[in-house]
Structures are given as structure tokens and as C-alpha cells.
């Protein structure tokens, strides 16, 4: 019966519901380990790291992942990718596909440090769990395919964390390649990153030769001698470099050592210091723990990257990539964040994550900031300015949970029971506490008038990016309406980048999505989640719409509802923007005489008349871009509602838009393509149909790499085209770029196909 408590404790399901596979993994890791992550529940703050392994699509994350929980004791068998038992991938469509689609958070130890880890995907379509991940994370592992080096995601991922001021580590998989190349890879990341990589260890052997690598600042060669194809790699062979080793390795450790000594007191200038007043030119006398605390110092700084080598399918390299986490990336606390200090000891977290689950309900990942965290206690979420009440705390195992008492500053939890709390809400003791923190910031010089006060004691939450494909979505039958509604109303909460709108004219649900494989895996998992065989419609384009000259207009609207008249006239200029120097965005100005004259009410009325109109462009009705709006008057007769003149402008706005011409924008994609040289030609004569445009073709070891800009509409199911020029030997990578202005004659042929005529 003792692991029937501990199933019960973790919330597992019963033995006859779990495969085998998953029997002996679970099961592995329930009576010990669970009474180990109950002896301490609370570690100190300064043996917390909260990290996120990111990367381009099969850099070997996951893998990476899994290794570190078999290593650390959590998993007492190792999970592979291609069978489809790892820990954090345990979506069905995760193990079908071998991609990572949700991120997954994992707490273990290792020594006497407390790991939460967050394994994000790497495909672009699921770009948002990289972003809301690092969001909450101190610190970052990048995973690089070391035959291949920087990639496209890779950039994407690396901005993410730069965009957030996340200290990363690089790890170089996959050494066991024939391509694998260390010092492209470095090159890469010093060129394409614009970081400076620290290189930490160096590979003993190459290609299927490499057996384990070398410690720079101990110099210690660190071996993993397999004996079988069954071999784990957990035990391995550390020992001091001698005279006994090759000379080749002997020479380019003593080179790369001196070179990581000298780059890191450029970056670091204490540890410049005390080589000069200690040590001068005698680079073999400088003690491993200070070099150590130096690149530590240049890691949190982000003045450096260091980089470590391995290959996880080989289990080589990463209880020492384990080593260098806890070493080099921040604790919580060193992560310094303003807001966080208005609040002192109360509680203030961040809900970043949101899943829902058919008994539980919607379980809320939160990172907690400040105060402690207890279950069955009443929490403020400012948000949404309500008061909800937590019935459970767990600590995250992937898909599995631990229930726990209490939680303290700089941890990761899930919490059962907040209904109403969606990603990026902030959740505080009480409205007291927020009010309270609100008064220091303001004494700080933090806060602004009461309008703004609430602003300065939120957490910032995430940006969602504009969905670039739709497509309708029905239920079979309408008696599965209400059901259809309900599911993707969950599937809202769970992807903010899952957009959900009705259309006015037809009455259909359009269904708004990041790429085709995010469409495809929302409309698989309400089939299966749910239940629900739903039919979607053929995918479409987001496209958008500009103005192409400056117009000024004047309209006047005269109505009478019920007894009262309502009576309001205003005069406005669009002119068109850059797209790109812009960013895209619509403005809307006053005059300056007129934002005196108006009350809030008025200016906001006319504000919300403008950016109503942004909405829906006059051309195809899609939403505009690089517009700008100037309010040059608004005459308004006494007794005439903000609503009225809020119509009033919109009308106004659309008849200066009709009259300066209308221009569809299309969505350019950043395309680029691994081929081999002998199906080169192939591909390119087919992106040449597809209107693609290329910028480089980059030589990487025997393959080509095509960096190309096309246009999305073109790119309708090109994996499949791709398989078949390639004979399967290529891959691709796909990044919204910018929204580009169509030519004439393609403009033409779409307005005639959306409108019927072809």
C-alpha cells in the first residue's frame, strides 16, 4: 500500500491506467524522491536556479533535459525522443511528432542546489512558451547542434532571452557528429549572436571518436569510456592532465587556457587586477576558483557566454553542463527587479503559464517574486482586480505534480483553484498589500498620479505577436456549438497566441493561429481533449492594409435617438508612415489647442473611434498598419454622447481612407533552407515560383544554406514540396520578417479571388 499514499500524494493516475514504460519511470522516482523534495520544500534562495533550455528546432533540448534528470536521480531510465517516453514531452502530439509543443517545468536537486527547468520548443509556430518562459526565468542554457552552429531559431530564441536581460550558457550537442566543429560553432555564435563565448572546455576526440572533453579551468580531462550500447554514462573518469596525454591536446589546452585567461580579465576588471598584482605573465599559478568566480562575474554581467561541449544521446557532458548551471547563472536574488522591493516581504507573483486540466480545473504556473505562497488562502490578482482562492500548491514533474505546504521567494509553482487568472497577471496577498506598494513607489519616485499607480506595481506581462494564418472552425453538429465554444475557450487561456473571433458577416468562428502546425495541433487536440470532430476550413492569410497618400476630410453626423439629438462634427488628416521605421503601428494624435479643449471622456471617444477604425481597412476589411491620424477639430452641440461622436469619427476616418487609397499588405517570411549541393538548383528554381527573393547562400560543411525572403501565401504546405524535391535531405526554418506592399498585378489577382470572381 506505501505506493498506492505516494500515487495518491503525487496525483498520478492508478497502475491500470499508465503504460508499463511509464510504471517503471514513475514509480522510480515516487517513494524516495518525494519524501526528498519534501525534506526541503523551501531551499535557500541562493540554491535556487530557475533556467530554460531554448533552441533551434532538433538542437537536442529535450534530450538534454532528460539526461539531466536521470542524472540528478529523478528518472531511473533514460527517455528518448524517438521512442516517445521522455519526461516533458508527454503530449500525445509531442510524442507523435518527436517536437517539443508546450513548454514543460521540472523541479530536481543536484547536489545541494534546487532546479527548476524549463524545457521551451523550438519550433516558431510556438514561439510565445520561449517568451513567457524566460519571462519568469533567471537564467538560460542555449543548445547548439555543433555541426550546424547558430541557426534560425536559434536568433529568435537569443533575442528573446536578450529582450528579457537573461544570462545564458551554451552547450555544444552533438560532438559525436562526423561535422561537429568547435570552432565554427564558436565563430557562429560570436558572429551571428554578436556575444562574446567563453570557451570552458575543449573535446578530446572528434566525430564518433570524441569520448569526453577538458576542463580549461581546472585542467582536468574528463573521460566517458562505454563499455556498452546500454551504458548510461553516469559514471565517468576525471583526472588530472599530464605528460602521459598526446602532445597535440597538451598544446591546445595550454593555448586555449591562456586565451580564456586573457579574454576574461578583458571583460572582468578585478580579475585583471589580481592578474597583474599576483601573478603577471605566470598563467598556470592563477587558482581555478578565482578564474571561476571571474567568469561568473562576466556571465551575470551578460559581458560573456561560457561554453561547454557533449552530446546528450551519448550521455557525454552533462553532469558537467549541471556543474556549470549552478556555478555560473543567477539565484534569484541576484536578479534585481524594482517593482519587486515596493512589496518587501509580501507576497507578489507572476502567472506565466496556464493548463487545464479536465479534473482540476485550470492549473496556474506561478513565479514567485517576493512573500510566501500557502494553499487555501485567498490571493489579489490586480489584473483582473478580484480575489480568487488557492485550493492547492504543487511543485511541477512535467505532468506529474507533489503536493506542498508552503512556498517561498524565487521558486516556480502550479496552483490549483484561480479561475479567473490568465498570463501575465499579477497575484499579491491582498488589495492592501498592492495599495501599500503602490505608496512606496510613488515615495520612490516610481509611481505617477492615481491612474498610474496601478500600472507601477504590476508585473509586466507578455507581448503576444499578431497571428499570421486564420481559418474557420465548426463543430459536426450545432448541438456541439456550446461545446466547441467551451474547448476553445480553454485553449485561449492555455495559448495567448491562439486568437478566437467571430465573423460579423457570416456568423462563422475564424480560428487565428501562429503557422499551419499550430492550427494543426489546436485542431488535433480538440479532437482528442475533447472530443470534438470538428471540420476546419482552408487556411487563409492575415493580410493587412495601408493608405498610400495624406487626405484631410470633415464629416458630420446628425441623429436623433429617442428625443435627443445628438450632433457632431470633426475634421481629421491620414497620412501613410513608413511601414518599417514605424514598426507597423497605427498613431492617432490631437492638436494641441484641441487636447486642451476636450474633457477625458471626449478625447477618449474620439481615441477609441480612431483605433476602431484601424481595425477593419476599407479594402478587403483587414486591419491597417502605418497609418497616422491628426484630429484637427471636434464640434460637438450640447446633449451629444461620447458614443455618437466615437461614430462620428470612425465614419470620418473611413471616408478619408477611401479617398487616399488603398494598398494590401502581404506578410514576408524569413525562409532558410539546409540542402545538400546536389538538390541546390531543385530549390531554388522552386522558391523563384514562389515569388522568393534570395539574400545569401552560406556554404556549411558539405550542405548550402539559402536565406531567402517569400512571401507567406506562397508557402502553403512547402514541407511537403521540400520532402519531395530533397528526397527528404533538407529542412527549413520560417520567421515572420515584415508586411511588405504587394505588387499591382498580385493585388489585383487576390481582390478578384477573395471576392469570387476567380
Given at each position: 500500500m506505501i505506493w498506492g499514499r505516494c500515487l495518491l500524494t503525487a496525483g498520478l493516475q492508478c497502475c491500470r491506467c499508465r503504460p508499463s514504460w511509464q510504471l517503471k519511470r514513475y514509480f522510480s522516482f515516487l517513494p524516495d524522491?518525494?519524501?526528498?523534495?519534501?525534506?526541503?520544500?523551501?531551499?535557500?534562495?541562493?540554491?535556487?536556479?530557475?533556467?530554460?533550455?531554448?533552441?533551434?528546432?532538433?538542437?537536442?533540448?529535450?534530450?538534454?533535459?532528460?539526461?539531466?534528470?536521470?542524472?540528478?536521480?529523478?528518472?531511473?531510465?533514460?527517455?528518448?525522443?524517438?521512442?516517445?517516453?521522455?519526461?516533458?514531452?508527454?503530449?500525445?502530439?509531442?510524442?507523435?511528432?518527436?517536437?517539443?509543443?508546450?513548454?514543460?517545468?521540472?523541479?530536481?536537486?543536484?547536489?545541494?542546489?534546487?532546479?527548476?527547468?524549463?524545457?521551451?520548443?523550438?519550433?516558431?509556430?510556438?514561439?510565445?512558451?520561449?517568451?513567457?518562459?524566460?519571462?519568469?526565468?533567471?537564467?538560460?542554457?542555449?543548445?547548439?547542434?555543433?555541426?550546424?552552429?547558430?541557426?534560425a531559431q536559434t536568433l529568435t530564441v537569443w533575442r528573446q532571452a536578450e529582450k528579457h536581460h537573461v544570462p545564458c550558457v551554451c552547450f555544444l550537442n552533438k560532438m559525436d557528429k562526423p561535422a561537429a566543429n568547435l570552432s565554427f560553432s564558436i565563430e557562429s555564435i560570436r558572429q551571428k549572436l554578436k556575444a562574446n563565448p567563453v570557451l570552458l572546455q575543449i573535446p578530446v576526440g572528434s566525430g564518433k571518436s570524441f569520448s569526453g572533453v577538458v576542463d580549461l579551468l581546472t585542467n582536468q580531462k574528463l573521460s566517458w569510456k562505454?563499455?556498452?550500447?546500454?551504458?548510461?554514462?553516469?559514471?565517468?573518469?576525471?583526472?588530472?592532465?599530464?605528460?602521459?596525454?598526446?602532445?597535440?591536446?597538451?598544446?591546445?589546452?595550454?593555448?586555449?587556457?591562456?586565451?580564456?585567461?586573457?579574454?576574461?580579465?578583458?571583460?572582468?576588471?578585478?580579475?585583471a587586477e589580481l592578474l597583474l598584482t599576483d601573478f603577471g605573465d605566470n598563467f598556470d599559478a592563477v587558482p581555478s576558483?578565482?578564474?571561476?568566480?571571474?567568469?561568473?562575474?562576466?556571465?551575470?554581467?551578460?559581458?560573456?557566454?561560457p561554453v561547454l561541449c557533449g552530446s546528450s544521446l551519448k550521455n557525454k557532458g552533462v553532469q558537467p553542463l549541471l556543474d556549470a548551471i549552478t556555478a555560473y547563472l543567477p539565484a534569484p536574488d541576484e536578479r534585481h527587479h524594482d517593482l519587486v522591493r515596493w512589496y518587501k516581504d509580501d507576497l507578489c507573483a507572476l502567472a506565466f503559464k496556464?493548463?487545464?486540466?479536465?479534473?482540476?480545473?485550470?492549473?496556474?504556473?506561478?513565479?514567485?517574486?517576493?512573500?510566501?505562497?500557502?494553499?487555501?488562502?485567498?490571493?489579489?490578482?490586480i489584473n483582473r482586480n478580484s480575489i480568487e482562492r488557492m485550493s492547492r500548491l504543487l511543485v511541477p514533474f512535467a505532468d506529474q505534480h507533489v503536493e506542498i505546504p508552503s512556498m517561498t521567494a524565487g521558486n516556480i509553482a502550479l496552483t490549483v483553484g484561480l479561475k479567473q487568472t490568465v498570463t501575465g497577471d499579477t497575484i499579491v496577498s491582498s488589495k492592501s498589500s498592492a495599495a501599500a506598494a503602490a505608496r512606496r513607489a510613488q515615495?520612490?519616485?516610481?509611481?505617477?498620479?492615481?491612474?498610474?499607480?496601478?500600472?507601477?506595481?504590476?508585473?509586466?506581462?507578455?507581448?503576444?505577436?499578431?497571428?499570421?494564418?486564420?481559418?474557420?472552425?465548426?463543430?459536426?453538429?450545432?448541438?456541439?456549438?456550446?461545446?466547441?465554444?467551451?474547448?476553445?475557450?480553454?485553449?485561449?487561456?492555455?495559448?495567448?497566441?491562439?486568437?478566437?473571433?467571430?465573423?460579423?458577416?457570416?456568423?462563422?468562428?475564424?480560428?487565428?493561429?501562429?503557422?499551419?502546425?499550430?492550427?494543426?495541433?489546436?485542431?488535433?487536440?480538440?479532437?482528442?481533449?475533447?472530443?470534438?470532430?470538428?471540420?476546419?476550413?482552408?487556411?487563409?492569410?492575415?493580410?493587412r492594409e495601408t493608405i498610400l497618400n495624406e487626405v484631410s476630410t470633415t464629416d458630420t453626423l446628425d441623429r436623433t435617438v429617442g428625443e435627443r439629438r445628438h450632433v457632431a462634427t470633426v475634421a481629421l488628416t491620414v497620412r501613410p508612415m513608413d511601414i518599417l521605421s514605424s514598426s507597423g503601428s497605427c498613431e492617432v494624435a490631437l492638436r494641441e489647442e484641441l487636447e486642451a479643449q476636450l474633457s477625458p471622456d471626449l478625447k477618449e471617444a474620439v481615441e477609441n473611434g480612431v483605433h476602431s477604425s484601424y481595425l477593419q481597412g476599407p479594402l478587403l476589411g483587414y486591419p491597417l498598419l502605418g497609418v497616422s491620424t491628426l484630429i484637427q477639430s471636434v464640434n460637438i452641440e450640447p446633449g451629444t454622447s461620447a458614443a455618437m461622436v466615437s461614430a462620428c469619427v470612425s465614419r470620418c476616418m473611413l471616408k478619408a481612407m477611401k479617398l487616399a487609397g488603398n494598398q494590401v499588405l502581404e506578410p514576408l517570411m524569413s525562409l532558410e533552407v539546409t540542402v545538400g549541393e546536389e538538390h541546390l538548383s531543385a530549390v531554388l528554381g522552386d522558391l523563384a515560383q514562389r515569388r522568393g527573393t534570395i539574400q545569401d547562400i552560406q556554404s556549411r560543411h558539405d550542405n548550402k544554406v539559402l536565406i531567402a525572403n517569400v512571401p507567406l501565401?506562397?508557402?502553403?504546405?512547402?514541407?511537403?514540396?521540400?520532402?519531395?524535391?530533397?528526397?527528404?535531405?533538407?529542412?527549413?526554418?520560417?520567421?515572420?520578417?515584415?508586411?511588405?506592399?504587394?505588387n499591382p498585378q498580385d493585388q489585383n489577382v487576390l481582390l478578384k479571388r477573395l471576392s469570387g470572381l476567380l
Amino acid at each position: 500500500m506505501i505506493w498506492g499514499r505516494c500515487l495518491l500524494t503525487a496525483g498520478l493516475q492508478c497502475c491500470r491506467c499508465r503504460p508499463s514504460w511509464q510504471l517503471k519511470r514513475y514509480f522510480s522516482f515516487l517513494p524516495d524522491d518525494v519524501k526528498s523534495l519534501r525534506a526541503v520544500v523551501n531551499p535557500d534562495i541562493s540554491k535556487i536556479r530557475n533556467i530554460g533550455i531554448m533552441a533551434h528546432i532538433d538542437a537536442g533540448k529535450t534530450t538534454t533535459t532528460e539526461r539531466m534528470l536521470y542524472y540528478s536521480g529523478y528518472t531511473r531510465a533514460l527517455g528518448d525522443v524517438d521512442d516517445g517516453d521522455t519526461v516533458t514531452d508527454f503530449m500525445a502530439q509531442e510524442r507523435e511528432r518527436g517536437i517539443t509543443i508546450q513548454s514543460a517545468a521540472v523541479t530536481f536537486d543536484w547536489k545541494s542546489y534546487r532546479i527548476n527547468l524549463i524545457d521551451t520548443p523550438g519550433h516558431v509556430d510556438f514561439t510565445l512558451e520561449v517568451e513567457r518562459a524566460l519571462r519568469v526565468l533567471d537564467g538560460a542554457v542555449a543548445v547548439f547542434d555543433a555541426s550546424a552552429g547558430v541557426e534560425a531559431q536559434t536568433l529568435t530564441v537569443w533575442r528573446q532571452a536578450e529582450k528579457h536581460h537573461v544570462p545564458c550558457v551554451c552547450f555544444l550537442n552533438k560532438m559525436d557528429k562526423p561535422a561537429a566543429n568547435l570552432s565554427f560553432s564558436i565563430e557562429s555564435i560570436r558572429q551571428k549572436l554578436k556575444a562574446n563565448p567563453v570557451l570552458l572546455q575543449i573535446p578530446v576526440g572528434s566525430g564518433k571518436s570524441f569520448s569526453g572533453v577538458v576542463d580549461l579551468l581546472t585542467n582536468q580531462k574528463l573521460s566517458w569510456k562505454l563499455g556498452s550500447s546500454g551504458d548510461d554514462g553516469r559514471k565517468f573518469e576525471s583526472k588530472p592532465l599530464d605528460q602521459s596525454d598526446e602532445p597535440e591536446l597538451l598544446q591546445e589546452v595550454n593555448e586555449a587556457r591562456t586565451a580564456l585567461i586573457e579574454q576574461v580579465a578583458d571583460l572582468d576588471d578585478e580579475f585583471a587586477e589580481l592578474l597583474l598584482t599576483d601573478f603577471g605573465d605566470n598563467f598556470d599559478a592563477v587558482p581555478s576558483v578565482r578564474l571561476q568566480e571571474a567568469v561568473r562575474r562576466v556571465t551575470l554581467a551578460r559581458k560573456g557566454v561560457p561554453v561547454l561541449c557533449g552530446s546528450s544521446l551519448k550521455n557525454k557532458g552533462v553532469q558537467p553542463l549541471l556543474d556549470a548551471i549552478t556555478a555560473y547563472l543567477p539565484a534569484p536574488d541576484e536578479r534585481h527587479h524594482d517593482l519587486v522591493r515596493w512589496y518587501k516581504d509580501d507576497l507578489c507573483a507572476l502567472a506565466f503559464k496556464v493548463l487545464h486540466d479536465k479534473q482540476r480545473g485550470p492549473l496556474v504556473f506561478l513565479r514567485i517574486y517576493s512573500g510566501t505562497l500557502k494553499p487555501q488562502s485567498a490571493v489579489h490578482n490586480i489584473n483582473r482586480n478580484s480575489i480568487e482562492r488557492m485550493s492547492r500548491l504543487l511543485v511541477p514533474f512535467a505532468d506529474q505534480h507533489v503536493e506542498i505546504p508552503s512556498m517561498t521567494a524565487g521558486n516556480i509553482a502550479l496552483t490549483v483553484g484561480l479561475k479567473q487568472t490568465v498570463t501575465g497577471d499579477t497575484i499579491v496577498s491582498s488589495k492592501s498589500s498592492a495599495a501599500a506598494a503602490a505608496r512606496r513607489a510613488q515615495n520612490d519616485g516610481g509611481g505617477g498620479k492615481k491612474r498610474g499607480e496601478q500600472a507601477s506595481v504590476v508585473l509586466s506581462g507578455v507581448e503576444v505577436p499578431d497571428p499570421v494564418f486564420f481559418c474557420t472552425i465548426e463543430p459536426p453538429t450545432m448541438a456541439k456549438q456550446a461545446d466547441l465554444e467551451n474547448a476553445l475557450s480553454c485553449l485561449q487561456r492555455e495559448d495567448p497566441s491562439l486568437k478566437v473571433r467571430v465573423d460579423p458577416d457570416s456568423g462563422q468562428t475564424i480560428l487565428c493561429g501562429m503557422g499551419e502546425l499550430h492550427i494543426e495541433i489546436i485542431h488535433d487536440r480538440i479532437r482528442r481533449e475533447y472530443g470534438i470532430e470538428t471540420h476546419l476550413g482552408p487556411l487563409q492569410v492575415a493580410y493587412r492594409e495601408t493608405i498610400l497618400n495624406e487626405v484631410s476630410t470633415t464629416d458630420t453626423l446628425d441623429r436623433t435617438v429617442g428625443e435627443r439629438r445628438h450632433v457632431a462634427t470633426v475634421a481629421l488628416t491620414v497620412r501613410p508612415m513608413d511601414i518599417l521605421s514605424s514598426s507597423g503601428s497605427c498613431e492617432v494624435a490631437l492638436r494641441e489647442e484641441l487636447e486642451a479643449q476636450l474633457s477625458p471622456d471626449l478625447k477618449e471617444a474620439v481615441e477609441n473611434g480612431v483605433h476602431s477604425s484601424y481595425l477593419q481597412g476599407p479594402l478587403l476589411g483587414y486591419p491597417l498598419l502605418g497609418v497616422s491620424t491628426l484630429i484637427q477639430s471636434v464640434n460637438i452641440e450640447p446633449g451629444t454622447s461620447a458614443a455618437m461622436v466615437s461614430a462620428c469619427v470612425s465614419r470620418c476616418m473611413l471616408k478619408a481612407m477611401k479617398l487616399a487609397g488603398n494598398q494590401v499588405l502581404e506578410p514576408l517570411m524569413s525562409l532558410e533552407v539546409t540542402v545538400g549541393e546536389e538538390h541546390l538548383s531543385a530549390v531554388l528554381g522552386d522558391l523563384a515560383q514562389r515569388r522568393g527573393t534570395i539574400q545569401d547562400i552560406q556554404s556549411r560543411h558539405d550542405n548550402k544554406v539559402l536565406i531567402a525572403n517569400v512571401p507567406l501565401a506562397e508557402m502553403m504546405g512547402y514541407s511537403t514540396i521540400l520532402r519531395t524535391l530533397t528526397s527528404g535531405n533538407a529542412t527549413f526554418s520560417l520567421e515572420l520578417d515584415v508586411y511588405d506592399a504587394m505588387n499591382p498585378q498580385d493585388q489585383n489577382v487576390l481582390l478578384k479571388r477573395l471576392s469570387g470572381l476567380l
